[in-house]
């Protein structure tokens, strides 16, 4: 080895010294530095050359500055963290039902349900007093206006998860944009080279985990630098060519949310399995009939089919003398179960009661109630035609698809009883309940306008208060009408599923936050600064550095003496 090849080598590892204590610093004055990633000098023994039969080496050169990662990590925090932001998004959501629900206060649903049933029973106390009556009203309204408050309560948050799935994907299109744009300049960098563009790298790093709260996805390094992302086999980058993606709303029938995803360029959905954007989706979804909308709409219809039963039949203190059914049927001459199949209305028959204040008397007319599930069942317009025969009162399809009936005579009024069929609620006659789910439902305005409608007698007009007691029942005894089952048992049924539910999912979030916990402690451990070993690092690149210079200092000797010598 000559003594210019010893001064040649000597450079070599001048320069990789030097390079390396760069890099070192860098380091250190990054390590408080968000998303920074720890950089590696790269080395490799320089070529040699031949010299006779011998071949030499010219010591150590750098080859590139690397991150120091590992990307199966990288890639196991972006799928948690994909999980983590879709579990935070459902919480929000379940968030919102458990104030519109409201339990273990004083203004929830259950506490509604005991005031209206408490005050049905205090009539059945005192059956003549009109307080009372007040005051059966009045609850009946706030259980209404409770469960309309819920409903609204639910598309309202449906709404704002509508609104905040276009922010996603304006988020989701400006992270693309940048990644695609990181892509070219980092390709441009390179340049096939061994050194990474560190700060550009640093920087989609950043906008890929960013990218992953809102979307799942799947990450792969082409051999140029660039990254191609992927959402549910789908790619949304590749190089330098970002793929937009915009909102779309749909028909209920065909994705159950009402909006979906989809490319600009070729109109093909975008499955999202997770993120934010999932999240969202599945918000919609929890408070659509589907989910904890349909729930508490089904309570509601359940309340006024039970509550309406029993009142239709019940008397007043004082009879009709024009009455008009709240339900508009469609189809009037066709039997029921055809052309309106929610009525629910069964094989059987109801009573009304003409009675006359001048002659003090009473007739009692039964109208039969055909449901078989034949042509020959009973339709509107027989029930109208039957009860118009009747001497005394006129009955008749109204133009807006109602059934009407009036008294001949100021003098002479009418009451119902003994409704075997349903049909009287399901008519929408003497009902005390008007609506058909928790947005719509509400107290009968015949009733908030005139107390005296209010059916608690069973006996006959003005007789008693057993038709209240009935009712106040109603709420906690199990009935053949909810297939054996109270509507405190079936409010009772939604929220415990509620909460089991929600608290399964607290239990999966905090899984997911300790599981990233130490995903993330893992990625630090291999891509975060440790001032130990850079300091370690930097004395040895500096012995190695004064070594070297020393190297050259003696080697430079050697030559001046042999340059002296010839």
Sequence with gaps: MSLFSAIQGSAN?????????QVVGNNIANVNSPGYIRQELVQAPAAG???????????????????????LVLGRMRETQSQLSYQEQVE????????????????????????????????????????MRTIAIQRGQELANQLRSISNGVAESANRSRTEIGLAVDQVNRLSNIIAKLNQRIVEIEGGTNSSAVGLRDERIAALDELSTFVDISVTEQLNGSVTVFVGGDYIVADGIPREVVTKRIDDSEGGAGIELRFVDTDSRLVVQGGKVRGLYDSIQLNAQSGFSGKIDGLARDIIHVVNRIHSQGQGSKGFTNLTGETVISKANVPFEVSNPEFNIDNGSFVIRLTDSRTKLTTTHDISIQQQGSLNDTTAEQIAQRLDAISGISAAITNDGRLQITSDSSAVSFSFAEDSSGVLAALGINTFFVGNSAASIGVRSGITEDSSQLAVSSDGVGNGARNALKIAEAFNEPTDLLGGRSLSGIYGSIVSETTRDINTQKGVLDGLRNFLQSLEAKHLGISGVNLDEEAVKMLLYQRAFQATSKLVTVVSDMLDTLVNIV
């Design 92 to 131: 929000s959501s379940n968030g919102d039902i458990e104030s519109l629900l409201n339990e273990l206060t004083d203004n929830d649903l259950s506490s509604k349900f005991s005031s209206l049933a408490s005050a049905f029973q205090d009539i059945a106390n005192q059956p003549g007093s009109e307080p």
């Design 13 to 21: 590892s001048l320069r990789v010294n030097q390079l390396g204590l």
């Design 49 to 71: 050359y031949r010299s006779g039969e011998l071949i030499f080496g010219q010591g150590v050169q750098s080859i590139g500055i690397q991150q120091k990662i590992d990307e």
